[in-house]
């Protein structure tokens, strides 16, 4: 009856809740764009009219998730790189007629570290015998057939593989470098000069002096499109609801713990007589206890003070058998913790010489005495260490097979079931500081006993702090309200109705197409798509799930689909740039008559400064930054000529050479030669690779799947 009453009563916020729900859901379809269920039929990718299977696509995402611990989306992103670069180059490799045969193929296997370590493939004299391995796949094929399918699809990698390399050889073979550019990258880098120069900063022209037109700058952004090419991305706002627990709902689990620490007694309607319900305190079965009162099970592992909840640990280790600790709030949750054991001196420290013997569990191979020598050995250094205890230390190092010999020995805190049964049977009978000599199936160990701590066997009720189902619903209906009204009202009213809730406002810029993760909203990948689906336009009005608990309601505020940045997106940047070719031009006109550094420096009060031994690879001038044009152009004059003013990163320059060192010939330049063609060497695969792509018509719908 008290639960019909209680059902009762809440009946209207019931229907409320659901009421609202059912009209969220309608007005979703019709307020704003739902996004098409329909399955899409276009391929993954397509490579030049080559179209990539969705279902190949999809297995080879699934598999590189397994193996290398990927989110869905980076798998995407890592299987959609390799299978663009395969396609390329596999059509690269049909138009040339570029193929892998047996050489090509044996000479691939035959530097994989992976076979060349097999012990199966090592012939007699240890070395890889590309022969054995032939025979072991083609015996695979009888006696493994599931294996032998693995390995047609590991051999297809391995002909690819040869493939690319012949390719990128043939490029490679035409990439050499002649005795005369070794010499010009030898003078690049040796040749010095030195110079007087006048800087002209582009801030001695004030910024209030230029005026740049939006004309202006998009004309230079169409003259610049490649610099300024981009994505489609969007922008959008959201109000977030977090579904978080109330202090109320905090009070009531706090409530509900402190309820089952002591006995209660309850009246029994069918028996009418008084029950007498067993709390924490007095309860035998504490097993089953925990399983009915806590979200964590019963842990029966004893444990030190330091793998304690660090706040509480003092209290909780200095507690009397059963006495109970809480409720109290650690990592998240509400606890109870109850005292059921101590170990005295459970936790054990301590450090050992180990000496071992040939056949020895874990010996070193290099190890050759057997196991009466290690035993005298023990046994002299055992007698040692017990005439003067101080020496234990120094003995450690040079003395014991163990790891532990870089720590001096010590191997840490350990306890029972840890470490070996007669070593630890020792250290736990004897006293701090007792040194002895223990035998396992290591060897033999000296055995120093340093420090000791109780260990506690704590019953833990653990209940995670969430929201109560009353909280979650006020949640839903606050979200779904908002949603409702923003959807009904003009789209700029966003701001306008969430601050009048008191709501706060976030925006993101610039999310782009395969996004799944946004400022403050982790996986968020279906609130990306829908804001790219062709149905979505700005203004539009949507709720979504927040995976961890709650929800967030987002509108479009801005649409970029065009291929080069608007003039707002780089207004700044363009500014910037205009600003100092106005600059320039202004000071040109002011100073070009100025013939020498003199007259210069006279007429714009600035100070004639020396840069001495500058390099074509070694451009900057003191106190005014890198200037490879400038500095380049120097190399051109002749000595004690001056040159016309010259635009550089931060000003105008007036430079005059006072001197050119050439630096002596060398009897061959080879040296420099083989270091570019080198450096060219590894620049192709990736170079030669962009080229291809750049070239390339690519059809990307990753976004329609994923």
Excluded: C
């Amino acid at each position: 009856m008290a639960v019909l009453g209680q059902i009762r009563q809440r009946s209207f916020f019931l229907i409320l809740v659901i009421g609202l729900a059912l009209f969220a859901f309608v007005i979703s379809g019709v307020f704003t764009n739902s996004i098409d269920d329909s399955s899409p039929s276009d391929p993954v990718v397509v490579v030049n009219d080559k179209e990539i299977d969705i279902e190949l696509f999809r297995f080879n995402v699934e598999q590189t998730e397994r193996n290398y611990n990927y989110s869905t989306l980076q798998a995407v992103s890592a299987v959609w790189d390799q299978t663009v670069r395969n396609t390329i180059l596999n059509q690269e490799f049909e138009i040339l007629g570029i193929d892998a045969g047996k050489a090509q193929l044996e000479e691939i296997i035959s530097s994989n570290n992976a076979f060349l370590n097999d012990s199966r493939f090592l012939n007699e004299s240890g070395f890889f015998d590309f022969g054995l391995f032939t025979n072991f796949i083609l015996s695979m094929k009888t006696n493994n057939p599931e294996g032998y399918e693995n390995w047609k699809s590991q051999e297809a990698n391995l002909v690819a593989m040869a493939k690319e390399k012949i390719y990128l050889d043939l490029i490679r073979s035409s990439a050499g470098f002649t005795n005369y550019e070794g010499e010009s990258a030898y003078h690049i880098e040796n040749d010095q000069v030195s110079i007087e120069y006048i800087q002209l900063p582009y801030s001695l022209i004030p910024d209030s002096l230029i005026t740049i037109s939006d004309k202006e700058i998009r004309n230079y952004i169409n003259e610049n499109s490649k610099k300024f090419k981009r994505d489609p991305s969007r922008s959008i706002r959201y109000v977030l609801f977090t579904e978080e627990a109330s202090d109320q709902d905090i009070q009531d689990q706090r409530n509900y713990l402190e309820s089952i620490i002591d006995d209660k007694i309850i009246y029994n309607d069918v028996s009418k007589l008084n029950d007498t319900i067993i709390g924490l305190k007095k309860v035998s079965n504490i097993y089953d206890f925990i399983e009915e009162h806590s979200s964590t099970s019963f842990d029966s592992i004893y444990k030190p003070k330091g793998q304690l909840s660090s706040e509480y640990a003092e209290i909780l280790f200095n507690l009397n058998k059963n006495e109970v600790f809480g409720p109290y709030s650690d990592e998240g949750s509400l606890k109870l913790s109850k005292m059921l054991d101590r170990k005295k001196g459970g936790s054990i420290r301590a450090s050992h010489i180990l000496v071992a013997y040939k056949d020895a569990s874990r010996a070193s191979s290099s190890i050759t005495r057997n196991k009466s020598e290690a035993k005298l050995k023990a046994n002299n250094l055992f007698k040692r260490i017990r005439r003067n205890p101080k020496l234990f230390e120094e003995l450690v190092k040079d003395n014991s097979d163990g790891p532990s010999n870089v720590l001096e020995g010590d191997l840490g805190f350990f306890q029972e079931g840890y470490m070996a049964k007669e070593l630890y049977d020792f250290a736990n009978k004897n006293r701090i500081g007792k040194i002895g000599l223990v035998e396992t199936e290591f060897g033999f160990h000296i055995v120093k006993i340093k420090e000791k701590e109780d260990l506690v066997l704590i019953a833990e009720i653990n209940q995670p702090i969430i929201p109560s189902d009353f909280t979650s619903s006020e949640i839903f209906k606050s979200a779904t309200t908002f949603e409702m009204e923003t959807v009904k009202a003009d789209d700029k009213n966003f701001n306008k109705i969430a601050e009048s809730k008191n709501l706060l406002i976030k925006s993101v810029d610039n999310v782009n197409l395969l996004d799944d993760k946004l400022p403050g909203l982790p996986e968020q990948r279906q609130l990306v798509q829908w804001s790219f689906d062709s149905s979505t336009k700005v203004g539009d009005i949507k709720k979504f799930n927040i995976s961890s608990g709650g929800y967030v309601v987002a509108q479009v505020t801005k649409s970029r689909d065009k291929k080069i940045a608007d003039i707002e997106e780089v207004r700044l940047s363009v500014f910037e740039e205009l600003k100092n070719y106005k600059k320039a031009e202004l000071l040109k006109n002011k100073f070009s008559k100025n013939s020498s550094l003199e007259e210069l420096s006279e007429q714009s009060k600035s100070e004639i400064q020396t840069a001495s031994a500058l390099t074509q690879l070694n451009a900057v001038l003191a106190g005014a930054g890198k200037e490879s044009y400038v500095v380049g152009a120097a190399f051109s004059l002749e000595v004690n000529e001056t040159s016309d003013l010259i635009e550089g990163s931060n000003g105008l320059y007036k430079i005059k050479l006072i001197g050119k060192v050439v630096a002596d010939e060398l009897a061959s330049y080879t040296a420099y030669s083989n270091s570019l063609r080198i450096a060219e060497n590894s620049r192709i695969s990736t170079a030669v690779f962009e080229a291809l792509k750049s070239s390339s018509e690519i059809e990307d719908n990753r976004s329609l799947y994923y």
